[in-house]
């Protein structure tokens, strides 16, 4: 066998490798979508999942190489209960407020550029009732959120903050050690930095360091 087979062998299986954490995850979907979890539905979702990334341009999922199983349990049951609570909260806003109800879109900045972390904040803020994804902006990983009962900029920032503490969660459960510290840096008294700030700060240093001869 040839030289030139051995490397795109070598080149197909980091592919396959890259895109099976997206394979598995819009698998799941798929479960989700039916509510059914049998293995004949999530074979046959596996299937769709494998034909869709074959016909469409899919990103590749980088991995961080880390997942914290205790952190994952405490997220679960925290949006079990965040679940409930929202329930309960868009029942009595129907009830009480009905059409006075103020709502609003919300830029809400992440810490990370990471696909994989948007996404699954993304999910998880939809399941939650009251708010809903609107529209992702992947070059400074922004995520607009379509939030309800939000009539005052306080009630917005404590939305934005909300779902950049989901974020924080998902970081300790599965972000990289870069992202880890700096959540854990903010524990400590530290200013968040979202990506979209760091890409301004690059384009003022890179601004500066070009005006300087």
Same mark, same amino acid.
């Given at each position: 066998?040839?030289?030139?087979t051995?490397?795109t062998?070598?080149?197909?299986k980091?592919?396959f490798?890259?895109?099976?954490?997206?394979?598995?995850? $819009?698998v799941v =979907?798929?479960?989700a &979508? *039916?509510?059914?979890?049998?293995?004949?539905?999530?074979? +046959?979702?596996? %299937?769709?999942a494998?034909?869709v990334s074959?016909?469409f341009?899919?990103p590749?999922?980088?991995?961080?190489?880390?997942?914290?199983? $205790?952190r994952? =349990?405490?997220?679960? &049951? *925290?949006f079990?209960?965040e679940?409930?609570v929202?329930? +309960?909260?868009? %029942?009595f806003?129907?009830?009480?407020?009905?059409p006075?109800?103020r709502?609003?879109?919300?830029?809400?900045?992440?810490?990370?550029p990471?696909?994989l972390?948007?996404?699954?904040?993304?999910h998880?803020?939809?399941?939650?009732?009251?708010s809903?994804?609107?529209?992702?902006?992947?070059g400074?990983?922004?995520?607009?959120?379509?939030?309800?009962?939000t009539?005052?900029?306080?009630?917005?920032?404590?939305v934005?903050s909300g779902?950049?503490?989901?974020?924080a969660?998902?970081i300790?459960?599965?972000?990289?050690?870069?992202e880890?510290?700096?959540v854990?840096a903010e524990?400590t008294?530290?200013s968040m930095?979202?990506?979209?700030?760091?890409?301004?700060s690059?384009?003022?240093?890179?601004?500066?360091?070009?005006?300087?001869?």
């Open positions: 066998m040839s030289q030139s051995h490397e062998k070598d080149r197909r980091p592919k490798l890259q895109k099976l954490p997206l394979l598995v995850w $819009l =979907v798929w479960g &979508l *039916w509510q059914d979890f049998s293995a004949g539905n999530l074979l +046959f979702g596996a %299937l769709i494998l034909a074959q016909i341009y899919l590749p999922i980088e991995l961080s190489g880390r997942f914290n199983v $205790l994952a =349990v405490t997220l679960a &049951l *925290w079990v209960k679940v409930t929202a329930s +309960f909260q868009v %029942l806003w129907a009830l009480i407020k009905g006075r109800i709502n609003a879109v919300i830029a809400v900045p992440l810490r990370s990471s696909d972390l948007m996404t699954a904040v993304g998880v803020l939809s399941l939650i009732p009251g809903l994804v609107v529209e992702v902006d992947r400074c990983a922004t995520l607009y959120i379509h939030a309800m009962n009539p005052t900029p306080e009630s917005v920032d404590k934005r779902i950049q503490n989901i974020e969660r998902l300790q459960v599965m972000g990289t050690k870069e880890l510290a700096m854990k524990k008294g530290a930095v979202t990506y979209a700030d760091q890409m301004r690059g384009s003022t240093a890179a601004g500066t360091s070009k005006g300087v001869h």
